[in-house]
T-cell receptor, first 114, second 115 residues
Framework: EAGVAQSPRYKIIEKRQSVAFWCNPI?????LYWYQQILGQGPKLLIQ????????DSQLPKDRFSAERLKGVDSTLKIQPAKLEDSAVYLC????????????FGPGTRLLVL | GDSVTQMEGPVTLSEEAFLTINCTYT??????LFWYVQYPGEGLQLLLK?????DKGSNKGFEATYRKETTSFHLEKGSVQVSDSAVYFC??????????????FGKGTSLLVTP
């Protein structure tokens, strides 16, 4: 079974530029999560989707971050414009459905904002 | 709100030593508890979990028991190997919280095992 795929693996941009990350969850997984992991800290939830609907985006900085999962499969997370403090690893995870607690994580995208 | 506190690292042990990584939590409802591991250069992997009080999760020689009375979920292994060197994260999910089953992580504990 293929795991959660993410791209790109690494990205370096300058502040005020925009960037997008892509995630393809495990086939058949209805629930998709985006987490932000700042160096030295644990991952923090940004947004949770159930199919193509948002379950929780309370911790997403909506003035600069946006995310979508149009067809209930792939998802894209965008930052526009980026700030220095957005430097982090962005993790995508998926689970069978919202009540399945085991989440499977992708390798992450490491973002450096200069 | 819900939170997880785990011991600060880094933890350095010799091979075959006994490992304990402490984890305590606060939660609104009846959370499930997890240990995730992140090996160098790899993504997060579920190591073990427990879904109710007094449950013991175990995997690869690691164990943790869900202690409701002390709100703890300490990770233990009787004899560590060099290959166990990684960052270990304690986490909870609480369906009573606003974010449903999303994971709430501790800060992570780095473990280095030397030969």
């Amino acid at each position: 079974e293929a795991g959660v795929a993410q791209s790109p693996r690494y990205k370096i941009i300058e502040k005020r530029q925009s960037v997008a990350f892509w995630c393809n969850p495990i086939s058949g997984h209805a629930t998709l999560y985006w987490y932000q992991q700042i160096l030295g800290q644990g991952p923090k939830l940004l947004i949770q989707f159930q199919n193509n609907g948002v379950v929780d985006d309370s911790q997403l900085p909506k003035d600069r971050f946006s995310a979508e999962r149009l067809k209930g499969v792939d998802s894209t997370l965008k930052i526009q414009p980026a700030k220095l403090e957005d430097s982090a690893v962005y993790l995508c995870a998926s689970s069978l459905d919202v009540q399945q607690e085991t989440q499977y994580f992708g390798p992450g995208t490491r973002l450096l904002v200069l | 709100g819900d939170s997880v506190t785990q011991m600060e690292g880094p933890v350095t042990l010799s091979e075959e030593a006994f490992l304990t990584i402490n984890c305590t939590y606060t939660a609104t409802g009846y959370p499930s508890l997890f240990w995730y591991v992140q090996y160098p250069g790899e993504g997060l992997q579920l190591l073990l979990k427990a879904t109710k009080a007094d449950d013991k999760g175990s995997n690869k020689g690691f164990e943790a028991t869900y202690r409701k009375e002390t709100t703890s979920f300490h990770l233990e292994k009787g004899s560590v190997q060099v290959s166990d060197s990684a960052v270990y994260f304690c986490a909870l999910s609480d369906s009573w919280s606003n974010s449903g089953y999303a994971l709430n992580f501790g800060k992570g504990t780095s473990l280095l095992v030397t030969p």
